[in-house]
């Protein structure tokens, strides 16, 4: 039996509950929230996208101009060191082209130019060179030996 208190319960949940018509509506709403997220997260990524490329072009052009700069200031460069440039420099300055009459030439005793030219005398050295061992064991034992002498140094005075 239903009560008038229970009658009025029924009734209104009766009333209100979801039809299809509003639950269409309903996904209709989410749907449309749902793009208008999807849609700003990938026009704030293509913006992005955008400044990002445009700011590397800018540094790009920037580049091509600065070594385009570079190769002009290298070209001046070559210019002034040209031999014309140099000599009309010179002449400027005041130095003139050596002739022969105004050349002189010192004579060294002992000097032969018509030697075999050389750093360094090629005479044999009486020295005799240390092995040169190529092993870890080799590299330990060389480690030890200069230790020992470190410590042979520090424990003996040293002569005077």
Same mark, same amino acid.
């Given at each position: 039996m239903t009560t008038p208190e229970n009658n009025w319960i029924q009734h209104a949940l009766r009333r209100t509950g979801w039809r299809p018509q509003r639950q269409i509506a309903g996904l209709v709403v989410i749907s449309v929230i749902i793009l208008i997220v999807v849609g700003t997260l990938y026009l704030s990524q293509v913006a992005s996208f955008a400044t990002t490329s445009?700011?590397? +072009?800018?540094?790009?052009?920037? %580049?091509? /101009?600065?070594?385009?700069?570079? =190769?002009?200031? &290298?070209?001046?460069?070559?210019? #002034?060191?040209?031999?014309?440039?140099?000599?009309?420099?010179?002449?400027?300055?005041?130095?003139?082209?050596?002739?022969?009459?105004?050349?002189?030439?010192?004579?060294? +005793?002992?000097?032969?130019?018509? %030697?075999? /030219?050389?750093?360094?005398?090629? =005479?044999?050295? &009486?020295?005799?060179?240390?092995? #040169?061992?190529?092993?870890?064991?080799?590299?330990?034992?060389?480690?030890?030996?200069?230790l020992r002498q470190q410590f042979k140094n520090f424990t003996q005075p040293e002569e005077q």
């Open positions: 445009r700011q590397l +072009e800018i540094l790009i052009a920037e %580049r091509d /101009e600065l070594e385009r700069v570079n =190769e002009q200031l &290298q070209v001046e460069i070559a210019s #002034y060191q040209s031999v014309p440039r140099l000599l009309s420099r010179a002449q400027a300055l005041g130095f003139e082209p050596a002739t022969p009459d105004r050349m002189e030439w010192l004579a060294i +005793e002992g000097y032969n130019p018509n %030697r075999a /030219e050389t750093v360094a005398p090629l =005479e044999e050295s &009486q020295e005799v060179l240390p092995t #040169y061992d190529e092993t870890f064991w080799g590299w330990v034992q060389q480690q030890w030996d200069i």
